[in-house]
């Protein structure tokens, strides 16, 4: 049995480019890497150099690293300073623009090329004469309905660049977890495929010692030493499995390249939640910072069409300088000016209707946006809450089901033994104790990680993580 949860993780990463069952399919983390290998939640960028001895690597370690390293929160906080900067180039048709410059000339005029009369005789030529010109000019507008509303549409634009990095660190503490309990099951699987080559082993030199005291047929030392085959090859598809998912969690959290690492193999059971299912939707949409952001990019839709609509509309704009001219510097003498001046515009060849136009679009789009990851958000949880559900039961029948198997091998092999059995009942028994292991193993995983997925559904991850394992943010 293998959970759809990893799945579930692989889509959510897909989306922000904001994770049934068959025994032994693909692991998650080599399915990950063949379907995804773009992802930038799925890759980090490695810090430091690899030592030659294992670092010891805990689930909390991992996240820590992952939210410092991983590629995807890395992207989403520097948007925030491209939105920022777009804001500031907003604002500046609102600030005012003040500019200074001195300068001299020397120069000469063509009078009689300004349509100045000149005496018959007399030369046009006036100079040549300096001119020294030392000024300060500020240009403020005062009403301009297209550029308070472009900077509303940049002022939302940056909260939703903020939200998206609490939704891409929620998302990498999912994907670091996700990946950091495949690569621990993983590992469990390597242990229980040890555990039957060993007994598989034991098995096989049961038999030829039987075999060699006449008490069961050679039939009996060939089925043992088929079995032990058959264990040898699950083992080294577990080993390598292991080694990919290691390699996997390794590269999403900026390990690096070539750095080994031991994990904790006790990771505390996650707490469950106490909510009811219309609370946990009612949370989800009131903190979600993914679906925050879908509003706030539809309030910037909303005010960059009233920016479009504001370019048909009248504006203001005072302009002023103040300065000394003169022909040298120590006869310059103070001179100003100041103005005022109303722009209306009439015909732009169509622009504003075309920018009206695409405004219109992109705001239906952004409403679409919202209201389709708001359903996304209900069929989520919902979904969670039936995995959560489903993987306790789960959970409980796998703890019984491993009991029971490890009993009825102990219980074959001691028949064997006796001589009052085949070792088919042993065969068998190893095959059910390599079936509730797994059972076992896809359980707990798929009930922690369906946890960690109501979590991140209610925008909780991090906050949750850092509760969990690091006494609380």
Not at 194 to 214: H, M, Y
Not at 307 to 323: F, I, T
Not at 360 to 371: C, G, I, N, P, T
Request: proline share 5%; glycine share 8%; net charge neutral.
């Amino acid at each position: 049995m293998r959970p759809v949860l990893p799945a579930a993780v692989l889509v959510l990463v897909t989306a922000a480019d904001v994770l049934p069952a068959h025994a032994q399919p693909p692991a998650p983390s080599t399915l990950t890497v063949r379907t995804q290998p773009t992802s930038p939640f799925l890759g980090g960028v490695p810090s430091g150099t690899a030592s030659g001895q294992p670092v010891a690597l805990t689930l909390f370690d991992a996240i820590k690293r992952a939210l410092e390293h991983n590629l995807g929160v890395l992207n989403a906080e520097e948007s925030v300073g491209r939105t920022q900067g777009a804001r500031w180039n907003a604002l500046a048709d609102l600030l005012p623009n003040v500019g200074g410059r001195v300068g001299e000339t020397r120069q000469t005029i063509n009078l009689a090329a300004y349509g100045f009369p000149v005496a018959a005789g007399g030369s046009p030529l006036v100079g040549p004469f300096n001119v020294f010109d030392a000024r300060v000019s500020v240009s403020q507008s005062v009403f301009d309905l297209r550029a308070i509303n472009a900077a509303k549409a940049a002022s939302h634009q940056v909260a939703a660049a903020k939200l998206n990095v609490r939704s891409a660190r929620d998302l990498v503490v999912l994907v670091a977890g996700d990946l950091y309990l495949e690569a621990l099951a993983a590992q469990a699987r390597v242990d229980s495929a040890q555990a039957q080559v060993q007994t598989a082993q034991t098995v096989f030199d049961q038999a030829r010692t039987l075999k060699e005291s006449g008490i069961v047929a050679g039939v009996e030392v060939l089925r043992a030493e088929v079995q032990l085959g058959t264990e040898q090859v699950r083992l080294t598809g577990a080993k390598n499995t292991l080694e990919l998912a290691k390699l996997q969690l390794a590269r999403a959290i900026g390990l690096p390249p070539g750095q080994s690492f031991t994990m904790d193999p006790t990771v505390p059971d996650l707490p469950g939640t106490e909510l009811t299912l219309d609370e946990a939707l009612e949370r989800a949409y009131r903190t979600r910072p993914d679906y925050l952001a879908a509003i706030e990019r539809l309030r910037a839709a909303e005010a960059d069409r009233q920016a479009a609509v504001g370019e048909w509309l009248p504006s203001v704009r005072v302009n002023a300088d103040y300065g000394k001219i003169g022909n040298t510097v120590g006869d310059a003498m103070g001179t100003y000016a100041l103005s005022a001046g109303v722009n209306v515009p009439i015909f732009n060849g169509g622009r504003t209707k075309g920018r009206v136009m695409q405004a219109d679009a992109d705001l239906k789009m952004r409403r679409s946006e919202v209201e389709d990851l708001k359903s996304g958000i209900d069929y989520s949880v919902r979904s969670t809450f039936l995995e959560l559900q489903a993987t306790s039961e789960q959970l409980k029948v796998a703890t019984r089901s491993r009991e029971l198997a490890a009993q009825q091998l102990t219980q074959a092999r001691d028949r064997f033994a006796a001589g009052v059995a085949s070792n088919i009942e042993v065969v068998q028994a190893q095959e059910a104790v390599a079936a509730s292991n797994e059972q076992y193993i896809s359980a707990f995983y798929a009930n922690n990680i369906a946890k960690a997925l109501l979590a991140r559904d209610l925008g909780e991850a991090e906050t949750r993580a850092f509760q969990i394992f690091g006494g609380g943010k």
